[in-house]
């Protein structure tokens, strides 16, 4: 199975500050058609996860443009430009290369 | 509204049964891929299964294969998880999501975009 390995599985940041969540992949999450299987995904208090990134880099819609995906191959990146009180939950990444599917163990903004 | 809505969940025994259902409204499962994923309180998401479109294949997590059955029927616009020989491991809110591929302008796009509230089930006994 894929390993997927986030730091830090925790963060506490100042409103208007960016944010950066990290993860990586035990293998590469390049498909031979081009496209990266990793989305990212925020599960806030008592809701359901939501679709934030998907590909690697695409942000999904009605994501704002707060919300930034980079990387290629093993390492990838979330972040998010200007931190608001409403970001706060966990965040994951999940390949969606191979099967089984797998998450990373998610990472919680909290607002300070 | 595009809408998927979980039930059957419940409090079983160790080694005993549920099936859980997922039924959707606003859109046609039958053109996607449809997921299960568990939520463990206190800790994090894990992937459960999937089944294409047209429902002949079916992938599952290491930990549940050969216990776990997903299915759909597209008449009824319903997802379904059969969980039989069940672990207190398997607790957990259990969530079906729809895997998208297509946007509102035809362009590719991936990811499971839209998730029910969830069900709870509790192996314990």
């Known amino acids: 199975d894929i390993v997927l390995t986030q730091s830090p599985l925790s963060l506490s940041v100042t409103p208007g500050e960016p944010a950066s969540i990290s993860c990586r992949s035990s293998?590469?999450?390049?498909?031979?058609?081009?496209?990266?299987?990793l989305d990212w995904y925020v599960q806030k208090p008592g809701q359901a996860p939501k679709l934030l990134i998907f590909?690697?880099?695409r942000r999904a819609s009605g994501v704002p443009d707060r919300f930034s995906g980079s990387g290629s191959g093993t390492d990838f990146t979330l972040k998010i430009s200007r931190v608001e009180a409403d970001d706060v939950g966990i965040y994951y990444c999940?390949?969606?290369?191979?099967?089984?599917?797998?998450f990373g163990q998610g990472t919680k903004v909290e607002i300070k | 509204e595009m809408r998927l809505v979980e039930s059957g969940g419940g409090i079983v025994q160790p080694g005993g049964s549920l099936r859980l259902s997922c039924g959707a409204s606003?859109?046609?499962?039958?053109?996607?891929?449809m997921h299960w994923v568990r939520q463990v309180p206190g800790k994090g998401l894990v992937w459960v299964a999937r089944?294409?479109?047209?429902?002949?294949?079916?992938d599952y997590a290491t930990s549940v294969k050969g216990r776990f059955t997903i299915s759909r029927d597209d008449a009824k616009n319903t997802l379904y998880l059969q969980m039989n020989s069940l672990r207190a491991e398997d607790s957990g809110i259990y969530y079906c999501?729809?895997?998208?591929?297509?946007?509102?302008?035809?362009?590719?796009?991936?990811?499971?975009?839209?998730w029910g509230q969830g069900t709870t089930v509790a192996v314990s006994s």
């Open positions: 999501a729809r895997k998208n591929y297509r946007d509102s302008r035809g362009y590719y796009v991936d990811g499971l975009d839209v």
């Open positions: 606003g859109f046609s499962i039958s053109y996607y891929w």
């Open positions: 089944i294409n479109v047209g429902g002949r294949g079916a």
């Open positions: 293998q590469s999450l390049l498909q031979n058609t081009g496209y990266t299987y």
């Open positions: 590909l690697g880099t």
């Open positions: 999940m390949q969606a290369l191979q099967s089984p599917q797998t």
